[in-house]
Structure formats: structure tokens, C-alpha cells
């Protein structure tokens, strides 16, 4: 049996459209793969972030709660799949192996402690009223005829064919299992989101700042944003360069994003060290999940 057929064999029963059972409708924001582009219509307020010498630690935004929002970037099953043992034999495992068992090699080491910091964060926002948005990356087959319809040029790429993986954009195909949000209290390791009031959002684009979403943060005055999710070297930093080329002031949560294993067993190159920094240069404000919490309370000192 093919590599492709065993994941068809996996495939869900059952795909939600585009709002999780159980969601609001109107919190629900559809489906996009059109990022937004132009003015973002945020009123630019000149701050300072401030380096120390050597580049090692800097100042940063205070936080206006009435017009910060949370993202939560794509808590799905894509990134917690984990095989028990983090090899790159283990991790590349075909899906046609005998002893393949529905790991995904995709698998983020810190998912867990990531998702159980988004929480604590989502937690505290709900408490200020601040807006939480979770986003969902997922492929969908809208005619019917047995093909994704909205994967673009990712389409174009097979970075895992040499482990007899077929091509990995089907770990976000809604056909498949691994696309699914992994959400409490289904699962105990989840993001608690919040149906009644959490805003959903789905995207077949890395930039989470997709046209409905862009605009449902105008409507709410929002000019601040806090980056979480994942892939950090994916989603999450397009993310992030994307709401600050549309004005918006943004936050990148260190400890609460995370990027595949996979990629730095094989390159020796660890995302959550390097991105932050080069991040937090000239394009976000880098903070740990402490330093935000301070700050969301009022609390944060000043550098």
C-alpha cells in the first residue's frame, strides 16, 4: 500500500465547514487565502523600542488592553503528533510502515508547554476583554473532485518524498486527521478556546493576517497584536512581518511558539533561538509569556 493510500484510509469521517461544532456562527470568519495589503487603518502612535549595548535585552510597548488582540496560530494535531522517540528516523517514518502509529513529522517538541502558555495568555485576555483569535491552516476539496482546491504554490513543494511521505501540505488537508485544531476539553493537552467567544479563523496562506481578519480588527479599534502558535519559522513569523508592514505594533511570544524538531535535527539550527532576535531587531516586540501576562496586568517594567 502506498504512502498516499494509507493516509486516505485515516481520512476523517467527518470535516467541519469552516466553524468548529459547537462554534458561533457569527464568531466564525470564514475561510481566506488572500492576505490583506494596503493601509491597515491603524493610527500610527510613535513608541520606542530600545536596544541595550550589545544587543542584549530592550525596552518595550506598553500595553493599551482595550485595543490589543491575542492570536493563537494553528493548535492543530499537524504539530502535536509526536512519535515516542525524537529521531529523524522516527520522525520520517512512511505512513506504509508497519509500525507507523499516526505521528506527524511536523511534530513540535514543545506543543505542550507552548499550548499551556497560550492559555494562560488567552486566559488573561478574556479577563481584560481583549479579542482572542484562533486561526486554523487547512486544505480544503470545495468542488468535490478528489483535490485540494486552495493550497497554492505550497502545492509546489515535496520537501519530505525522500522519507516516503507524500507530499506534507496533506497534514493540512481537512480530508486527513492532522489538520484537525486540537482543542480542550477534548483533548487534555489543548487550547481552551472559547466558542462563545473566541473568533475562529481558517487560512491556506502562512500570514494569519488574511482579509476578514484584518478587517474584524479594524472594526475593533485593535492597533496591537500578540503572536502565538506555530510553526514559529512559518505561520508565525509571516505572521508577525505581516502585521507590522500593515502598522500594527506586534509582540512575539518567545515561549509561546514552537517549529518542528525535524528541521533542527537535521540542520542543527534551533528557530526559537534565532527568529526572536532577528524579530525583535526592527519588527516586534520579543517577550516571554511572564513578561506579556506584566504587562496585559499593568505590571510590566520598563528597560
Known amino acids: 500500500m502506498s504512502a498516499l493510500s494509507w493516509l486516505l484510509l485515516c481520512a476523517a469521517s467527518t470535516a467541519w465547514a469552516q466553524c468548529p461544532n459547537g462554534w458561533k456562527p457569527e464568531l466564525c470568519l470564514g475561510s481566506s487565502n488572500v492576505v490583506a495589503s494596503g493601509a491597515a487603518g491603524v493610527e500610527y502612535q510613535p513608541d520606542t523600542i530600545k536596544w541595550e549595548a550589545g544587543l542584549s535585552s530592550h525596552s518595550h510597548y506598553k500595553l493599551d488592553t482595550a485595543k490589543t488582540a491575542l492570536f493563537v496560530i494553528d493548535p492543530q494535531q499537524a504539530y502535536s503528533r509526536c512519535p515516542q522517540n525524537l529521531t529523524v528516523e522516527a520522525l520520517t517514518l512512511s505512513p506504509s510502515a508497519d509500525s507507523f502509529a499516526g505521528h506527524s513529522p511536523l511534530c513540535c ?16 485576555a478574556r479577563s481584560k476583554g481583549m479579542p482572542v483569535f484562533v486561526h486554523a491552516h487547512v486544505y480544503r476539496d470545495s468542488d468535490q473532485d478528489g483535490k485540494v482546491d486552495n493550497c497554492g504554490r505550497l502545492c509546489d513543494y515535496d520537501a519530505l518524498g525522500w522519507t516516503g511521505w507524500p507530499a506534507v501540505w496533506n497534514l493540512w488537508n481537512a ?102 532576535f532577528y524579530l525583535g531587531i526592527a519588527v516586534a516586540d520579543v517577550l516571554s509569556t511572564e513578561e506579556v501576562l506584566k504587562s496585559i496586568n499593568g505590571e510590566h517594567d520598563e528597560l
Request: aromatic share 10%; proline share 6%; net charge negative.
Open 175 to 276: 480530508a486527513l486527521p492532522w489538520h484537525a485544531p486540537v482543542f480542550a476539553p477534548a483533548d487534555s493537552n489543548g487550547f481552551e478556546a472559547d466558542p462563545n467567544q473566541d473568533f475562529y479563523c481558517e487560512k491556506s496562506v502562512f500570514s494569519a493576517m488574511t482579509e476578514p481578519v484584518v478587517s474584524k480588527l479594524r472594526g475593533l479599534g485593535i492597533d496591537t497584536i500578540i503572536v502565538t502558535g506555530f510553526m514559529t519559522q512559518y505561520c508565525s513569523v509571516t505572521t508577525t512581518r505581516a502585521a507590522h508592514d500593515l502598522g500594527f505594533r506586534t509582540l512575539f511570544v518567545t515561549d509561546a511558539n514552537d517549529g518542528p524538531i525535524l528541521q533542527q535535527l537535521l540542520t542543527g539550527v534551533d528557530e526559537n533561538l534565532i527568529l526572536p
Open 109 to 124: 517538541e514543545q506543543f505542550d508547554s507552548a499550548v499551556s502558555n497560550q492559555n494562560r495568555l488567552a486566559r488573561a
